[in-house]
T-cell receptor
Framework: DQQVKQNSPSLSVQEGRISILNCDYTNSMFDYFLWYKKYPAEGPTFLISISSIKDKNEDGRFTVFLNKSAKHLSLHIVPSQPGDSAVYFCAASEQLIGAGSYQLTFGKGTKLSVIP | ETGVTQTPRHLVMGMTNKKSLKCEQH?????MYWYKQSAKKPLELMFVYNFKEQTENNSVPSRFSPECPNSSHLFLHLHTLQPEDSALYLCASSQERGRGLGQPQHFGDGTRLSIL
């Protein structure tokens, strides 16, 4: 059973508009959430993260929102740019399992296409 | 450049071959990970090493054998693989900065493995 779900396999957005990518999770023990971006033939690149003690984290054009009661997080990209076209993965983790390491559970990803 | 280098980028091998995947991180991190990404599936954690000690083995078949000689290098030794093992294998590393504070995992670009 998938603990992290990204229900939209793809999303198309016009350049300059807002992109909203959604992620739902089922494990209430998750307390650290991350978004990764992946281009073809490259590994995932870390984008932004949020701890469960916050409900919003912002970094430039990227903002992540966390709704713990709904077990839902979203990534907002504004304004969207053609270079943002990539696959976006949501990931979640429980408390650190040992000094320095922790398990990440990933969603299947959402392919974002930003149309010029 | 993510600071995590994986070699080779592509590997084709027969089911009876023995090969090794290599990962090197230049970030000074103390934890390293192997993930597998199969088509249309989320990234799956295989192994976790923390300060060179293996802390997790997520029910991975013994035909996959990890080795972590030091905190900068991680290997995945492959032996008598099956066609269903064809996938993208990703290495990641991370650094703890205090208990309870998550730090992102940084990924390499992966090795695309094809089993004939």
């Amino acid at each position: 059973d998938q603990q992290v779900k990204q229900n939209s396999p793809s999303l198309s957005v016009q350049e300059g508009r807002i992109s909203i990518l959604n992620c739902d999770y089922t494990n209430s023990m998750f307390d650290y959430f991350l978004w990764y971006k992946k281009y073809p033939a490259e590994g995932p690149t870390f984008l932004i993260s949020i701890s469960s003690i916050k409900d919003k984290n912002e970094d430039g054009r990227f903002t992540v929102f966390l709704n713990k009661s709904a077990k839902h997080l979203s990534l907002h990209i504004v304004p969207s740019q053609p270079g943002d076209s990539a696959v976006y993965f949501c990931a979640a983790s429980e408390q650190l399992i040992g000094a320095g390491s922790y398990q990440l559970t990933f969603g299947k990803g959402t392919k974002l296409s930003v149309i010029p | 450049e993510t600071g995590v280098t994986q070699t080779p980028r592509h590997l084709v091998m027969g089911m009876t071959n023995k090969k090794s995947l290599k990962c090197e991180q230049h970030l000074g991190h103390n934890a390293m990970y192997w993930y597998k990404q199969s088509a249309k599936k989320p990234l799956e954690l295989m192994f976790v090493y923390n300060f060179k000690e293996q802390t997790e083995n997520n029910s991975v078949p013994s035909r996959f054998s990890p080795e972590c000689p030091n905190s900068s290098h991680l290997f995945l030794h492959l032996h008598t693989l099956q066609p269903e093992d064809s996938a993208l294998y990703l290495c990641a590393s991370s650094q703890e900065r205090g208990r309870g504070l998550g730090q992102p995992q940084h990924f390499g670009d992966g090795t695309r493995l094809s089993i004939l």
